[in-house]
């Protein structure tokens, strides 16, 4: 098979459409329901989700909590410093991290910076990629974690345009997050957006209605944002995430009941499932300890999966490895789900549907 251009993976996207803020409620935020053994579509609310979920079906979530990792700093002359947490070093201090430093630089090695009162940060390396590594003093709690959740704000996509005030950072801290997200791992730069649909009262009539859920831990990085920047899709060096994938998880995507579905909420958790998957022998029983891997698959048309029956997903950026992944989710073994996907894509765009992280959903069957 000759390699695919990422060409193919592009569309023209009316700005208008890129959602600024989310729906005024979780889950009635539009739903495109593609059913892929006829290729009907259907254009339901979110709400509505469970119209089309079976009993013992799984919803499989990750429950990654996103950290108010942005810091709106400054340098001791005055000037204005952004610094992303990305990540902790490896030295075992808490308060030593790699982030991304805006302008970087005007902040070498030696470099401080910080706000008055909260912390002070000095740049102590910087790698190729040009992510620094910093170590934090902090002065209003014990760890940068702990001032970044009184001092941060939320590291929204770039397509999102915020002016930073006290209200948008409320509503963002509440929103760009999901409800069944783990507050005590606060390990993602990004968050899994398409469990951003879920209310706990939906979710309380799924599992009434028999829907179980399982949750697994993928670090959500940066990485997921960053375009396709190579001519052809195979030549693009895909981002690596951490995961962690706990045994009663591990249980239900190795052995599903008989007729059952494994949905997958995201596709960062199709990552993790499908990873996972590769992973573990065949044949073999869950583990009695959560599986803990870095996620480094790459998957496009015309590539199977094996751990996931139906996906929930956001509509996803130009020239993205989320679209390739969603285009070879739609026809398994194929690379007809391109044409297809851009058809799909088509149709929201003429409704009105709204795109990326605070957008609408897709439901794949």
């Excluded at 940060?121 to 910093?134: H, M």
């Excluded at 496009?300 to 997903?313: G, I, K």
Aim: hydrophobic residues 45%; contains cysteine; proline residues 8%.
């Amino acid at each position: 098979m000759p390699p695919l251009s990422t060409d193919l993976f592009d569309y023209e996207l009316p700005e208008r459409l890129i959602a600024q803020t989310p729906a005024a409620r979780r889950d009635a935020s539009r739903l495109l329901v593609v059913h892929r053994d006829t290729r009907r579509l259907e254009h339901r609310v979110f709400a509505e989700i469970g119209d089309y979920l079976r009993p013992g079906d799984t919803l499989f979530r990750n429950n990654a909590a996103v950290l108010p990792a942005r810091l709106l700093a400054a340098r001791p002359t005055g000037g204005a410093v952004e610094c992303l947490l990305l990540r902790p070093a490896a030295s075992g201090d808490e308060n030593d991290w790699w982030c991304l430093l805006r302008p970087g630089k005007k902040l070498p090695v030696g470099a401080n910076f910080g706000i008055a009162g909260a912390f002070t940060g000095t740049v102590r390396e910087k790698d190729a990629e040009g992510a620094a590594r910093v170590t934090f003093a902090c002065h209003s709690a014990p760890t940068i974690v702990a001032v970044a959740n009184v001092v941060g704000e939320v590291p929204l996509p770039p397509y999102i345009d915020r002016q930073h005030t006290p209200e948008e950072r409320a509503a963002d801290l509440e929103r760009y997050q999901t409800v069944y997200a783990d507050r005590a791992r606060q390990v993602a730069a990004a968050a899994p957006t398409a469990g951003l649909h879920f209310t706990p009262e939906l979710l309380a009539r799924l599992h009434g209605a028999g829907v179980r859920s399982a949750d697994l831990t993928l670090h959500v990085g940066l990485g997921t944002f960053k375009p396709i920047a190579t001519a052809h899709v195979e030549e693009h060096a895909i981002h690596r995430e951490i995961y962690e994938v706990p045994p009663a998880t591990q249980a239900a995507v190795l052995a599903p009941a008989a007729g059952t579905r494994r949905v997958a909420v995201g596709t960062t958790s199709v990552r993790t499932l499908e990873d996972f998957w590769r992973k573990h022998p065949p044949g073999a029983p869950p583990l009695d300890h959560a599986f803990l891997h870095e996620a480094a698959i790459y998957l496009y048309p015309p590539m199977r999966f094996s751990a996931v029956d139906a996906l929930v997903t956001n509509f996803h950026q130009p020239r993205s490895t989320l679209l390739c992944l969603v285009s070879a989710f739609l026809t398994p073994g194929s690379t007809d789900g391109i044409e297809w996907l851009k058809k799909i894509y088509a149709e929201a765009i003429a409704r009105d549907y709204r795109f990326f992280s605070y957008g609408d959903a897709m439901l794949i069957l």
